[in-house]
């Protein structure tokens, strides 16, 4: 943490002189901050029981991918209502 970087670059051809270049130092490195939430559901653990515990991203897309397929799912029950009323 607190460090300075510069970078040093040399490029060179054939018949020609090589020529190096080195790029402005940068200001100091700042330590990063995190963030940390966590969320609780009303179920209770019980002796014995594995527990899952899944991180919120996970439950969204699983979530999500329900809803795709349940709306895939009814679009095809619609799709085939129609075919046998056209019968």
Known sequence: MGRRISVKVTASKTGLAAVSSTSATTAKIAKATSKVSVSSSKSKAKLGQKVKLLDQG????????????Q????AEASRSRARLRTR
Request: net charge neutral.
């Open 71 to 74: 709306a895939r799912q009814d």
């Open 58 to 69: 996970v439950v969204d897309r699983h979530c999500s991918d329900l809803r795709e397929r």
